[in-house]
């Protein structure tokens, strides 16, 4: 399970980053920004449940 550590969370961290960056280009031109949002917290979420199993794993 130490590919979640290795693999899963710099993955999410990758998405996560791009979702910031797609949030913060649609707030410079005034569009929409609900689904970054969304995607955001989703994102969120998942990285700190894979966060926590992968230690809670490899106690």
């Known amino acids: 399970m130490l590919y979640i550590l290795l693999l899963v969370l710099p993955l999410l961290g990758v998405l996560w980053f791009l979702n910031f960056i797609t949030l913060l280009k649609n707030l410079k031109n005034g569009n929409n920004t609900h689904n970054q949002t969304l995607q955001g917290a989703v994102l969120t979420f ?14």
């Open 46 to 59: 998942v990285f700190i449940f894979a966060l926590i199993y992968g230690f809670v794993v490899t106690l």
